[in-house]
């Protein structure tokens, strides 16, 4: 069974920061470009970023550049999603999904082209 594994997400007060992991369970991340997405209840799905299977290559959501950090360590066949400075509106289920094919610049135009998705981490920013 092949899946990917969200963690991390949490109450975080504004301004605060978190730290969401994306693990996969039945294979490994080595070939994958991994894009992280988030949703917000009665909002459509949307792209935050993407990072090559290599980590050569990254991309964010124009309003989120500056606050939001992606990485990968292959090692520990993880990827992450650093975010800093949250804001309430940030507040979504954030989900990882898996392609060996996407194109980073680009990541967001087609949902239906990733491989595997994560079942979502709850991110809520509140005081």
């Known amino acids: 069974q092949l899946q990917l594994v969200e963690s991390g997400g949490g109450l975080v007060q504004p301004g605060g920061s978190l730290r969401l992991s994306c693990a996969p369970s039945g294979f490994t991340l080595d070939y994958y470009a991994i894009a992280w997405f988030r949703q917000a209840p009665g909002k459509e799905r949307e792209g935050v970023s993407c990072i090559s299977s290599g980590g050569g290559d990254t991309s964010y959501a124009v309003s989120l550049k500056g606050r939001f950090t992606i990485s990968r360590d292959n090692a520990k066949n993880t990827v992450y999603l650093q975010m800093n400075s949250l804001k309430p509106e940030d507040t979504a289920v954030y989900y990882c999904?898996?392609?060996?094919?996407?194109?980073?610049?680009?990541?967001?135009?087609?949902?239906?082209?990733?491989?595997?998705w994560g079942q979502g981490t709850q991110v809520t920013v509140s005081s």
């Open positions: 999904a898996a392609d060996t094919h996407v194109y980073c610049p680009t990541f967001a135009k087609d949902l239906t082209e990733y491989d595997y």
